[in-house]
C-alpha cells in the first residue's frame, strides 16, 4: 500500500480550514486558540490520511467510466457475507479508525458521549465503502463491522487517556466534527490527484 499526500491537496485543505475559520469567527463568534487550531488540523490531516489510504473516488474517476454510455458508474463488488474468515486487512481496519475514536471526544465535547463517536465512526465508514462502489473498489460489510470496532477501542483508549489526565480535556465550543469531514471528501473528490 502506497499513500501519497500531494502537496496540492494539502495546499487546497490548509486553505479551505483558513477560510473556515475565519467565516466561522466572523458568523459563530468562535474564537479557537492556537492549541484547539492545531488539535483540528490534526483531526484534517488524520481523515484526509485516511480518505487517501481508503483511496476514495475522484470526479475524474466517474467521468471517465460513465464517458461509455454502455458502463455503469458503480463498478465495485459488494460482500454482505459477515466475517467468514480473518483477514489482515480487519487488523488493519481497526487500526485505521483508532484514532478517530481518540481524536473526536478529545476535540469535541459533545461527542464524549460513547454513542455519538460510534455513530461517527460508523457513518464515515459507510460513506468511504459506498464512494468505493465507484472506483472499481469491493465494498464489504466487515470493512464497516472492523472500522467501527477500531472506533470503539480507540474511544476507550480515550477514556483511559482521560481518567489518567483527571478529565482536564478542553470545553472550547468547535463546529462539529461532520462539517470537516464533508469538507475533506468533497475537497478529495473534487481535486485528487492519482
Known amino acids: 500500500m502506497h499513500i501519497s499526500i500531494s502537496y496540492y491537496n494539502l495546499t487546497i485543505i490548509t486553505i479551505t480550514f483558513i477560510l473556515l475559520q475565519v467565516i466561522l469567527n466572523k458568523k459563530k463568534n468562535i ?17 484526509l490520511l485516511l480518505l487517501e489510504v481508503t483511496d476514495i473516488s475522484k470526479l475524474n474517476d466517474i467521468i471517465y467510466v460513465t ?5 455503469s458508474p458503480f463498478q465495485g463488488e459488494i460482500n454482505l457475507i459477515i466475517l467468514n474468515r480473518y483477514r489482515y486487512d480487519y487488523l488493519l481496519n481497526i487500526l485505521l479508525f483508532i484514532p478517530l475514536g481518540v481524536l473526536t471526544p478529545y476535540i469535541w465535547k459533545e461527542y464524549r458521549k460513547f454513542y455519538k463517536t460510534i455513530i461517527l465512526g460508523l457513518l464515515l ?8 462502489l465507484f472506483n472499481y473498489r469491493s465494498t464489504d460489510i ?3 463491522i472492523t472500522n467501527t470496532i477500531g472506533t470503539l477501542i480507540g474511544y476507550l483508549l480515550f477514556k483511559i487517556i482521560s481518567i489518567i489526565r ?9 463546529i462539529s466534527p461532520t ?16
Open 166 to 174: 483527571n478529565n482536564k480535556l478542553s470545553k472550547d465550543k468547535i
Open 125 to 132: 465508514s459507510i460513506s468511504i465503502e459506498i464512494i468505493q
Open 67 to 71: 464517458k461509455d454510455l454502455k458502463q
Open 31 to 47: 474564537n479557537y486558540n492556537l492549541t484547539t487550531t492545531i488539535k483540528l488540523y490534526i483531526f484534517i490531516i488524520y481523515i
Open 142 to 144: 466487515n470493512d464497516i
Open 179 to 194: 462539517i470537516y469531514i464533508i469538507i475533506v471528501i468533497i475537497i478529495m473528490f473534487l481535486f485528487k490527484n492519482n
